[in-house]
Nanobody, 117 residues
């Protein structure tokens, strides 16, 4: 059974930092990424890591502030979030896929990040 478990969310002041973690079990994944959904908005892409291509990719809104990293052998991915803004307030979801393109097959339950201004 595949499980993705996120942790590390919380309340932080604007300008602060948080580090999210996602531990996946039950499969070996090629891609893992982070998405977020703010109240009243659609879920949006944040960042992804592709272990086969050894590449990362970020949404423009978080580039230079967020860093995705991970350990393929442990099926674990992290999201270091710096210089947080109130607009970063959202539920953050971890996602994973066994295939190199297309949508993500597996999703975590989400972790709340709240940035106070």
């Amino acid at each position: 059974q595949v499980q993705l478990v996120e942790s590390g969310g919380g309340l932080v002041q604007a300008g602060g930092s948080l580090r999210l973690s996602c531990a996946a079990s039950g499969r070996t994944f090629i891609r893992m990424g982070w998405f977020r959904q703010a109240p009243g908005k659609e879920r949006e892409f944040v960042a992804r890591m592709n272990w086969v291509a050894d590449s990362t990719y970020y949404a423009d809104s978080v580039k230079a502030r967020f860093t995705i990293s991970g350990d393929n052998s442990k099926n674990t991915v992290y999201l270091q979030m710096n210089s947080l803004e109130s607009e970063d307030t959202a539920v953050y979801y971890c996602a994973a896929s066994r295939i190199i393109v297309g949508g993500y097959e597996y999703w975590g339950q989400g972790t709340q990040v709240t940035v106070s201004s």
